[in-house]
């Protein structure tokens, strides 16, 4: 009996070393090179713990590294991400963080990492990002450099234990929401605009190129009294062209202009300072060139055709000057017939 007693207990002891020494870590990856990439919209869960010979920075920290997609400056990346809390009797709070990290390798993440944890802790303004209350949360961070390979999100939490009866782990998971690219637009300074005129913006992406075109945005005019007019434009070679239809309330006011374009999903939503000009009445276009050439082209019409009929059936010399005449007449209508072209 004794014997039977002294086994279960060895094997029960050996069943608790076992389980206190079974690695707690799961998903992400140690250092970059083993982060596995993340996609857009795709749900990942990972498992950290406090274990002091799990940690994998600096004997006091266990961190999961997943490398992002490409990024460009000023980007826009959201991470929708969850976690347990302690469950260890006089903690309380979650004991995951979050880190972005750009331009690391299997040697430099350490370092880059120590400057952003050191004397800092989880926040939910960053850089080193906490959870909120309910354990959940949509972190918004700004990219600050363009990199196409070597962005990782860092999950972390501190491995300092080593008292077999206070190691616990710390489940997470996480989706990343679609990159919204940055979007500037600005409208260049005027101090009066025609009611009847086309305004100008400008659209540029952060690197300083011009926007993709076909992108839409909007124009927002207001001026006293309660006037309002919007209108619409698109985006080409980086320019967009608003064409106003200011009604005779707008005449002689100053205006506000506004240009905006909301997020779509791939860009970031963008809205201009206001423009404060002048409404000007629209000029009175020119009376047509056309009609008064097409009644000239009419009237030589007829004067060529009725000197070649008379020409037809006159004698010797008047023959001779109706067709002069005739011919030259047709010069002429030749002339108007050009004209005509051009004008109208």
């Given at each position: 009996?004794?014997?039977?007693?002294?086994?279960?207990?060895?094997?029960?002891?050996?069943?608790?070393?076992?389980?206190?020494s079974?690695?707690?870590?799961?998903?992400?990856?140690?250092?970059?090179?083993?982060?596995?990439?993340?996609?857009?919209?795709?749900?990942?869960?990972?498992?950290?713990?406090?274990?002091?010979?799990?940690?994998?920075?600096?004997?006091?920290?266990?961190?999961?590294?997943?490398?992002?997609p490409?990024?460009?400056?000023?980007?826009?990346?959201?991470?929708?991400?969850?976690?347990?809390?302690?469950?260890?009797?006089?903690?309380?709070?979650?004991?995951?963080?979050?880190?972005l990290?750009?331009?690391?390798d299997?040697?430099?993440?350490g370092?880059?990492?120590?400057?952003?944890t050191?004397?800092r802790?989880c926040?939910?303004?960053?850089?080193?990002y906490?959870?909120?209350?309910?354990?959940?949360?949509?972190?918004?961070?700004?990219?600050?450099?363009?990199?196409?390979?070597?962005?990782?999100?860092?999950?972390?939490?501190?491995?300092?234990?080593?008292d077999?009866?206070?190691?616990e782990?710390?489940?997470?998971?996480?989706?990343?929401?679609p990159?919204?690219?940055y979007l500037?637009?600005a409208?260049?300074?005027v101090?009066?605009?025609?009611?009847?005129?086309?305004?100008?913006?400008?659209?540029?992406?952060?690197?300083?190129l011009?926007?993709?075109?076909?992108?839409l945005?909007?124009?927002a005019?207001?001026?006293?009294?309660?006037?309002?007019?919007?209108?619409?434009?698109?985006?080409?070679?980086g320019?967009?062209?608003?064409?106003l239809?200011?009604p005779?309330?707008?005449?002689?006011?100053?205006?506000?202009?506004?240009?905006?374009?909301?997020?779509?999903?791939?860009?970031?939503?963008?809205?201009?300072?206001?423009?404060?000009?002048?409404?000007?009445?629209?000029?009175?276009?020119?009376?047509?060139?056309?009609?008064p050439?097409?009644?000239?082209?009419?009237?030589l019409?007829?004067?060529?055709k009725?000197?070649?009929?008379?020409?037809?059936?006159?004698?010797?010399s008047?023959?001779?000057a109706?067709?002069?005449?005739?011919?030259?007449?047709?010069?002429?209508?030749?002339?108007a017939?050009?004209?005509?072209?051009?004008?109208?």
């Open positions: 009996m004794k014997k039977s007693i002294a086994l279960n207990m060895g094997m029960a002891i050996v069943a608790l070393l076992t389980a206190a079974a690695p707690a870590f799961e998903g992400g990856g140690r250092k970059p090179s083993e982060a596995p990439l993340i996609t857009v919209g795709q749900h990942y869960a990972g498992q950290l713990n406090n274990h002091r010979d799990d940690a994998n920075y600096d004997e006091n920290r266990e961190v999961a590294l997943w490398r992002l490409p990024l460009t400056t000023r980007d826009v990346i959201t991470i929708d991400w969850h976690a347990a809390p302690f469950t260890r009797s006089g903690f309380s709070g979650f004991p995951v963080c979050l880190v990290a750009q331009g690391v299997d040697f430099s993440w370092g880059v990492f120590g400057k952003v050191e004397y802790s926040y939910e303004a960053g850089p080193l906490s959870l909120s209350g309910s354990g959940s949360a949509k972190t918004t961070i700004t990219v600050q450099d363009t990199n196409l390979s070597s962005s990782y999100l860092e999950f972390t939490s501190y491995a300092n234990e080593t077999p009866s206070h190691l782990t710390y489940p997470y998971d996480f989706t990343l929401g990159i919204l690219h500037a637009a409208i260049p300074p101090k009066r605009i025609s009611a009847g005129g086309v305004l100008h913006a400008t659209a540029n992406l952060a690197t300083g011009p926007a993709p075109d076909g992108l945005f909007s124009l005019v207001t001026w006293a009294g309660g006037g309002v007019a919007s209108y619409t434009g698109v985006s080409s070679g320019t967009v062209g608003f064409q239809a200011l005779e309330t707008a005449f002689g006011k100053q205006a506000s202009f506004v240009v905006s374009h909301p997020a779509d999903g791939t860009y970031q939503a963008v809205t201009t300072p206001k423009l404060e000009a002048l409404v000007a009445k629209p000029k009175t276009p020119p009376p047509s060139q056309c009609a050439a097409e009644r000239r082209t009419h009237v019409s007829r004067q060529f009725r000197l070649k009929r008379h020409a037809s059936h006159a004698r010797r008047a023959r001779r109706l067709w002069r005449r005739a011919k030259h007449a047709k010069r002429k209508l030749r002339a017939q050009t004209e005509v072209k051009a004008v109208c």
